[in-house]
Nanobody, 123 residues
Framework: VQLQASGGGLVQAGDSLRLSCASS????????MGWFRQAPGKEREFVAG????????VYVDSVKGRFTISRDYGQSTVYLQMDSLKPEDTAVYYC?????????????????WGQGTQVTVSS
């Protein structure tokens, strides 16, 4: 499975971005999908996850109410809608395909990773 993340960019605080993660194989529709991010000098952090059937979205507390994860099965794509962006959201964002149908918060539960897309939020 190859994952291609896109949609990052440079925005101002309060702006919105939508990240996309396209999968090369439809078999990823049987797996949970997640978004992680890594800021300079920090460890990779779980951001959001969604189960194989689009249910049970989970978010890290710092993005609850601002970010929304969704998936389009027809396009084998997962999205991360990011609203009310803050400077602390600045990071490289990675999408990943879970080893199973549920999207957990541990990076070890993910088998495939995209290449990352940079999100920079200026104050």
């Amino acid at each position: 499975v190859q994952l291609q993340a896109s949609g990052g960019g440079l925005v101002q605080a309060g702006d919105s971005l939508r990240l996309s993660c396209a999968s090369s194989r439809r078999t990823s529709s049987n797996n949970g999908m997640g978004w992680f991010r890594q800021a300079p000098g920090k460890e990779r952090e779980f951001v959001a996850g969604i189960s194989w059937n689009g249910g049970n979205p989970v978010y890290v507390d710092s993005v609850k109410g601002r970010f929304t994860i969704s998936r389009d099965y027809g396009q084998s794509t997962v999205y991360l809608q990011m609203d009310s962006l803050k400077p602390e959201d600045t990071a490289v964002y990675y999408c990943a395909s879970s080893r199973g149908p549920i999207a957990g918060s541990s990076a070890r539960s993910y088998a495939y990773w995209g290449q990352g897309t940079q999100v920079t939020v200026s104050s």
